[in-house]
């Protein structure tokens, strides 16, 4: 059986010949996500600003543009409207009402008074034409916990990724590694507010998924450095490290391009629900490999890495491994 093979066994591209490139262009594109952050800002869904989510089926394909409009004119505020799945699933968005939560939760579970009822409203203009089929609502108060236990779940996981890397290598290897993946998160963050794409509790966990990605790609090549480190002791760190990333390409590529396809086709036949998800996902995985090879790698070359890993000691007696 033929092997694909997407990089040849034997590269000798001199990676660290390009890091100063590499650090100008991550260094713009971090100020420019940061300006982004604090003047566009990003498109929090319900789940971080509070409001109702309603789930409709029709009978035939749904005319999305005309539901627009009229969900539009019915002075609900900011509504989205969604197709997804199939061509008869309508997900319709409204921001939370003057009335409050309350409001809304009365009109989802009761159609009581209160406010503006935004179940009852949409059900006087679509009637029983639709199949009302979900509704959730999030009130404020939720939706400002949801952001703190979002940013909370995003530090802890990086600063173990720091008490993990630091105990297993040295903390030069930390520094690279954190390095890589605040860059990662920081410039996730910023394609979300440059597209304005929805930031919600999905996005979330994609990012915690781009942490682990891209560790595990940081990983593999910091192995590989140092297993040469014991090996060509006398070799400039320079060379060991495009050496050691050499090494690794054929694995990165092939690891990355088979996720890529995997996540590609979830982002095209998964649907609305799963989009936001899957696009973090994909940019994620390009930029996880990048900055493995063009950030953290070429920051232990600035920082006063050991070279004798050979003289540590274990418990059984032999070198460290």
């Known amino acids: 059986m033929m092997r694909v093979k997407l990089v040849p066994d034997q590269t000798a591209i001199v990676f660290i010949r390009y890091r100063r490139l590499a650090f100008i262009v991550s260094g713009m594109l971090l100020l420019a996500s940061m300006a982004l952050f604090f003047t566009k800002g990003l498109n929090y869904g319900i789940d971080f600003r509070g409001?109702?989510?309603?789930?409709?089926?029709?009978?035939?394909?749904?005319?999305?543009?005309?539901?627009?409009?009229?969900?539009?004119?019915?002075?609900?505020?900011?509504?989205?409207?969604?197709?997804?799945?199939?061509?008869?699933?309508?997900?319709?968005?409204?921001?939370?009402?003057?009335?409050?939560?309350?409001?809304?939760?009365?009109?989802?579970?009761?159609g009581g008074q209160g406010g503006i009822d935004v179940v009852d409203t949409l059900r006087g203009m679509l009637g029983d034409t639709v199949e009302y089929r979900r509704v959730?609502?999030?009130?404020?108060?939720?939706?400002?916990?949801?952001?703190?236990?979002?940013?909370?779940?995003?530090?802890?996981?990086?600063?173990l990724v720091l008490i993990y890397i630091w105990i297993r290598f040295e903390w030069q290897f930390s520094v690279g590694a954190i390095a890589a993946l605040i860059h990662d998160v920081a410039l996730t963050i910023g394609i979300f507010c440059l597209l304005q794409l929805e930031f919600n509790l999905s996005i979330i966990a994609a990012i915690l998924t781009i942490v682990g990605y891209s560790l595990n790609d940081t990983?593999?090549?910091?192995?590989?450095?140092?297993?040469?480190?014991?090996?060509?002791?006398?070799?400039?760190?320079?060379?060991?490290?495009?050496?050691?990333?050499?090494?690794?390409?054929?694995?990165?590529?092939?690891?990355?391009?088979?996720?890529?396809?995997?996540?590609?086709?979830?982002?095209?036949?998964?649907?609305?629900?799963?989009?936001?998800?899957?696009?973090?996902?994909?940019?994620?995985?390009?930029?996880?490999?990048?900055?493995?090879?063009?950030?953290?790698?070429?920051?232990?070359?600035?920082?006063?890495?050991?070279r004798d890993w050979g003289a540590v000691p274990t418990r059984t007696g032999t070198s460290q491994s």
């Open 219 to 306: 990983v593999v090549v910091y192995d590989r450095i140092r297993e040469n480190l014991r090996k060509y002791k006398k070799k400039d760190l320079s060379e060991l490290i495009d050496l050691s990333v050499n090494q690794t390409l054929s694995r990165t590529v092939m690891t990355s391009v088979t996720t890529l396809i995997a996540l590609l086709s979830l982002y095209i036949l998964g649907g609305e629900v799963i989009r936001g998800f899957t696009f973090a996902m994909i940019w994620g995985v390009v930029i996880g490999t990048y900055s493995s090879v063009f950030i953290a790698s070429p920051i232990l070359l600035m920082l006063d890495i050991k």
């Open 136 to 159: 959730e609502v999030v009130g404020p108060k939720v939706s400002g916990e949801l952001i703190q236990s979002g940013v909370i779940a995003v530090l802890v996981a990086v600063f």
């Open 51 to 110: 409001g109702t989510m309603i789930e409709i089926g029709t009978d035939g394909p749904a005319d999305i543009a005309d539901l627009r409009n009229r969900v539009g004119n019915l002075g609900l505020g900011d509504v989205q409207v969604q197709q997804f799945g199939e061509p008869t699933d309508v997900l319709i968005r409204v921001e939370e009402q003057t009335g409050g939560v309350g409001a809304e939760a009365i009109g989802a579970d009761t």
